[in-house]
């Protein structure tokens, strides 16, 4: 009875030596440690300029999730664009699986962007079960100098702010406001973790399915290239966004065939105007429930996969020229 007693008080002390709480006030401090379940870090209220990219690296569970947050829920903002990394890390052996992360409070305003914000992955070490949650990105800018050699080759830069890699990840309770440059604000990217077949299309031979969520999100104002850069190309076409600028996009046409079963519900939507298909299905199996959009000049697009299934979406047109409902392209829908 002793020993059995003694073998628990040892297993408790380890688990709460393994839960450790660290409190920093430089972002670039989060790449200094590899994190252990129920790790939490805090990041110390206040304003940073900071343009370098922040590194979360770790290993949580179920139960013990490792935690990113502020110190108040908007308490921290970010004034230079910096970029954030969430994944697993590996050289030979893994040091960290990249499951069970959560980002938590924090508000990027303004700033320059960059390609890609916040992407799920470090290099081919992929999150897992992973969220983004109460968090807000609003008004990244574009690099003068960017923006200028862009329009010069007849380009629009483009920016992605937020990248799904791996599987189960989640994006809730977010805003994403005021966005200005061309770019997915929301993409679910399956050329990278879940191959299919080389032999056979119809097969995706990575994973059973990918399982993102993006739930209970507010979008507002995607403005269009072609009102905020009126200028003509060479041919005199406008300049044009469209075809890569969706609000979120699930897969691509070269992977439209991976079991994606992702679920994108309870988001609204207000003047999200990016290009005509404000969300896009390029994948198999997804669900799109209970979304409103308000003004917004374009439609829900099953473009690619199959077996999706939308119900409970709310078009709210209000005299908008433009606006859409929902457009079926491919097949074996619902």
């Known amino acids: 009875m002793k020993k059995t007693t003694l073998f628990f008080l040892l297993l408790i002390s380890a688990n709460l030596i393994a839960q450790t709480t660290y409190n920093i006030d430089d972002p670039e401090d989060l790449r200094n440690v590899i994190y252990q379940p129920g790790d939490v870090i805090i990041l110390k209220n206040g304003t940073y300029n900071t343009d370098e990219r922040m590194i979360f690296l770790g290993s949580g569970t179920a139960e013990n999730p490792v935690t990113f947050r502020a110190e108040t829920p908007g308490g921290v903002i970010f004034t230079g664009g910096p970029r954030l990394t969430i994944g697993g890390e590996s050289d030979g052996d893994v040091t960290a699986t990249g499951e069970y992360l959560v980002v938590d409070g924090f508000h990027w305003k303004g700033g320059y962007g960059a390609s ?26 574009i690099k003068p100098s960017e923006l200028a050699d862009d329009l010069a080759n007849e380009q629009i830069p483009k920016h992605k702010w937020v990248v799904l890699y791996g599987t189960y990840n989640t994006v809730i309770n977010c805003s994403f406001l005021n966005k200005v440059s061309a770019g997915v604000i929301i993409l679910g990217e399956y050329a990278y973790n879940a191959f299919p077949d080389e032999d056979d299309d119809n097969n995706n031979t990575s994973c059973l399915e990918v399982g993102h969520k993006v739930m ?119």
């Open 116 to 141: 890609t914000i916040i992407e799920f992955r470090n290099g081919q070490d992929y999150a897992h079960h992973s969220t983004i949650q109460n968090c807000v990105i609003d008004g990244l800018g």
């Open 216 to 334: 209970n999100n507010y979008f507002y104002n995607y403005a269009k290239i072609t009102e905020l850069y009126p200028g003509k190309k060479a041919n005199g076409d406008p300049y044009s966004n469209s075809g890569d600028s969706e609000t979120i996009r699930m897969g691509t046409s070269s992977y439209q065939m991976v079991n994606s079963n992702a679920t994108v519900s309870n988001n609204y939507f207000v003047q999200a105007d990016g290009e005509n298909e404000i969300i896009t299905n390029k994948s198999k199996g997804n669900t799109y429930t209970n979304n409103t959009f308000r003004r917004c000049r374009g439609s829900l697009v099953l473009r690619h996969g199959s077996y999706a299934t939308v119900d409970g979406n709310y078009f709210l047109g209000e005299d908008v020229d433009g606006t859409g409902g929902i457009r079926i392209v491919d097949s074996k829908m619902e």
